[in-house]
């Protein structure tokens, strides 16, 4: 007997969600919404990346469900039970901050150990569970060696051992990857990814990484200003924003302003400088509204596919720069603006400075926005 993806997604609807927020609010003066009606579910087993600037109001989430912080109004529950009087040792949630926060005079093993020991575990299971934690993050070996005598990749995994090593069902992790330079956040990335499909745990994880949001996660929530965006696969917050701050903040993109000059349901013409443009419309105002475009560099195409494609312009090449894998090629297109387009270094081969080249995307690849304005504080 087989089981269709429709059976799948039915099953996981009547599973009740092990995090959920109702209109949770957060306030320290009484004034300023830290957290603004925040509702939100997650779901067991699910990897929950939430991205958003510093300021966001994404680690004041963090630690409301941690229980280190209280919400001003609002409830949350775990399990489906209400915590928001619940104290931290008693939601029996795992942690891994950025710092680490090891105990630098304890051993490896110590560390590891103090969550079981703090829960009065036989000593047989902590031998057990730690041998398994630090077998699963590869530091087998190292268990008398202190903090001190490791390197941050491998502290990192310190705590994340300490993180797993009682068995929670839920996990926390507050920018844990922000102190590790680039190559070791790839490769604990990668680590991450592992150990989540193994234990099928759920995680919670904050970041103001991008790429790391994308990497991860089953599904993204973008905050801003205390208030959530938007949230859904990663493919769908980077092909699909909800809003301009969010196709601004997640990913590169190429963002126009013009003036609406024609609407229909769901499609905007819009006026770039002596330019007209056509765009799926998200938000976007009527006719003589200020729209903001947003168009991915990898849409963008160049001659011969241009010629057959909407939106085609002509472009003058102002600047080539090699990435390794990608070429990143810099245009203008004259009484109108400039763009950016990533191509592979074969195609780039048929460009020079200086040289006249046709352009275009698709319309469903530019999206039309309600432009907030140039005092809005749209990059971060």
Same mark, same amino acid.
């Given at each position: 007997?087989?089981?269709?993806?429709?059976?799948?997604?039915?099953?996981? /609807?009547?599973?009740?969600?092990?995090?959920?927020?109702?209109?949770? @609010?957060?306030?320290?003066?009484?004034?300023?919404?830290?957290?603004?009606?925040?509702? +939100?579910?997650?779901?067991?087993?699910?990897?929950?990346?939430?991205?958003?600037?510093? *300021?966001?109001?994404?680690?004041?989430?963090?630690?409301?469900?941690?229980?280190?912080?209280?919400?001003?109004?609002?409830?949350?529950?775990?399990?489906?039970?209400?915590?928001?009087?619940?104290?931290?040792?008693?939601?029996? !949630? *795992?942690?891994?901050?950025?710092?680490?926060?090891?105990?630098?005079?304890?051993?490896?093993?110590?560390?590891?150990?103090?969550?079981?020991?703090? #829960?009065?575990?036989?000593?047989?299971?902590?031998?057990?569970?730690?041998?398994? %934690?630090? %077998?699963?993050?590869?530091?087998?070996?190292?268990?008398?060696?202190?903090?001190?005598?490791?390197?941050?990749?491998?502290?990192?995994?310190?705590?994340? /051992?300490?993180?797993?090593?009682?068995?929670?069902?839920?996990?926390?992790?507050?920018?844990?990857? *922000?102190?590790?330079? #680039?190559?070791?956040?790839?490769?604990?990335?990668?680590? +991450?990814? @592992?150990?989540?499909?193994?234990?099928?745990?759920?995680?919670?994880?904050? &970041?103001?990484?991008?790429?790391?949001?994308?990497?991860?996660?089953?599904?993204?929530?973008?905050?801003?200003?205390?208030?959530?965006?938007?949230?859904? &696969?990663?493919?769908?917050?980077?092909?699909?924003?909800?809003?301009?701050?969010?196709?601004?903040?997640?990913?590169?993109?190429?963002?126009?302003?013009?003036?609406?000059?024609? /609407? #229909?349901?769901?499609?905007?013409?819009?006026?770039?400088?002596?330019?007209?443009?056509?765009?799926?419309?998200?938000?976007?105002?009527?006719?003589?509204?200020?729209?903001?475009?947003?168009?991915?560099?990898?849409?963008?195409?160049?001659?011969?596919?241009?010629?057959?494609?909407?939106?085609?312009?002509?472009? @003058?090449?102002?600047? !080539?720069?090699?990435?390794?894998?990608?070429?990143?090629?810099?245009?203008?297109?004259?009484? *109108?603006?400039?763009?950016?387009?990533?191509?592979?270094?074969?195609?780039?081969?048929?460009?020079?400075?200086?040289?006249?080249? %046709?352009?275009?995307?698709?319309?469903?690849?530019?999206? %039309?926005?309600?432009?907030?304005?140039?005092?809005?504080?749209?990059?971060?």
């Amino acid at each position: 007997m087989t089981c269709s993806h429709d059976d799948d997604v039915t099953s996981r /609807a009547r599973v009740n969600p092990i995090v959920r927020f109702e209109r949770v @609010q957060k306030t320290y003066d009484g004034r300023t919404m830290v957290v603004r009606d925040l509702t +939100l579910k997650v779901e067991p087993g699910e990897f929950l990346s939430v991205l958003g600037p510093s *300021g966001s109001g994404k680690t004041t989430m963090l630690m409301m469900l941690a229980g280190f912080e209280s919400p001003t109004s609002g409830e949350i529950y775990l399990a489906g039970r209400p915590v928001t009087t619940v104290p931290p040792h008693q939601r029996d !949630i *795992g942690m891994v901050f950025q710092h680490f926060a090891l105990f630098p005079h304890l051993t490896v093993r110590k560390n590891v150990a103090f969550p079981l020991e703090v #829960r009065g575990r036989r000593s047989e299971e902590i031998e057990t569970r730690v041998a398994r %934690a630090l %077998a699963m993050v590869k530091l087998t070996g190292l268990e008398q060696r202190r903090p001190a005598e490791l390197s941050g990749g491998q502290q990192q995994r310190v705590a994340l /051992a300490r993180a797993f090593v009682f068995g929670p069902s839920l996990v926390l992790l507050d920018e844990p990857l *922000g102190a590790l330079d #680039r190559q070791l956040r790839d490769e604990m990335q990668y680590e +991450l990814k @592992q150990i989540h499909a193994s234990l099928g745990v759920t995680m919670i994880y904050v &970041t103001h990484d991008q790429s790391e949001a994308l990497t991860l996660s089953g599904r993204v929530a973008v905050f801003r200003d205390g208030q959530m965006q938007q949230v859904g &696969t990663p493919r769908d917050v980077y092909e699909r924003p909800a809003n301009a701050f969010v196709a601004r903040f997640v990913g590169e993109n190429n963002s126009l302003v013009g003036t609406v000059v024609e /609407a #229909r349901d769901g499609w905007r013409r819009v006026q770039v400088g002596g330019c007209f443009i056509e765009a799926v419309s998200a938000d976007a105002p009527g006719p003589g509204g200020t729209a903001m475009l947003s168009i991915r560099p990898e849409h963008v195409v160049l001659a011969p596919l241009a010629e057959t494609t909407a939106n085609a312009q002509m472009a @003058q090449v102002e600047d !080539i720069v090699y990435q390794g894998g990608v070429c990143r090629i810099r245009l203008s297109v004259p009484n *109108g603006f400039d763009l950016v387009t990533t191509v592979s270094p074969r195609v780039s081969d048929s460009c020079t400075r200086g040289a006249e080249v %046709a352009v275009a995307w698709r319309v469903e690849d530019c999206r %039309a926005y309600a432009w907030p304005g140039a005092d809005d504080a749209l990059s971060v």
